[in-house]
């Protein structure tokens, strides 16, 4: 799964990276844990742009939003033939903007927090799935990673990982024609996977209250 990323970005670099006209102000973020605001990438049908949603997805249809913190992840390898996710896998994809994401490795003394960025590229996206709810006055835009099987690397850390599309995989994932979702899921799963690095960190970024640098400090 994916439970916790980092946004460590300025505008410029954002804004170059994927393709944007405008800047959109977003903070850096050391610990981004669900149902918090995400930098969201989208493609409106003439040029790319860029918003926050909030992780964890609401189901248009949904009738209680709350469900919206057990929504955070979508299994890729059964995403089309979920209710939740199968509309959305054809027709509202979207990129989730990060620079590395923290995984939680079983040991004999416990979880030890790890930092997983890819070599080479400092800015990538998480492929994501994004709805829109409405009840009455309220409105909440949402969404959710895409994870599937742990890659040679991170099976060492854990069993399953977030979709990290390369870069030349991203325009495709964005593109507004509808395809079937079963296409999507094997494009996604067809994709290679970017070299990747990880280093141990402190149970510091364990709690979500905290948002600083300590949360990526390396313990060696």
Known sequence: MCGRFTFIAN??????????SEPLDFPIR??????????VVIHDGE???A???????????S??????????NARVETADQK??????????????VADSFYEWKKGKDGKQPMRISLEGRKLFAFAGLWDRWKQGDEERVTCTILTKEANE??????????????????????????KKASDMKDFIL????????????????????YDDEHCIASLI
């Not at 505008?11 to 944007?20: I, S």
């Not at 690397?153 to 509808?178: C, G, Q, T, Y």
């Open 153 to 178: 690397f991170m099976s060492s850390i854990h069993n399953r990982m977030p979709v990290i599309l390369p870069k030349d995989a991203e325009e495709a994932w964005l593109a507004r024609d509808i």
């Open 190 to 209: 067809q994709l290679p996977d970017d070299d990747m690095t990880a280093y141990e960190i402190s149970s510091h970024v364990n709690n979500p209250r």
């Open 30 to 39: 050391y610990n981004i844990a669900p149902t918090q605001d995400v930098f």
């Open 47 to 49: 040029q790319n742009r």
């Open 51 to 61: 918003g926050t949603m909030k992780w964890g997805l609401v189901p248009s249809w």
């Open 83 to 96: 209710p939740s996710f199968k509309r959305l896998m054809e027709r509202r994809r979207c990129l989730i």
């Open 11 to 20: 505008p410029d670099e954002v804004m170059q990276e994927f393709d944007l």
């Open 63 to 72: 009738k209680d939003p709350a469900i919206g913190s057990k929504m955070i």
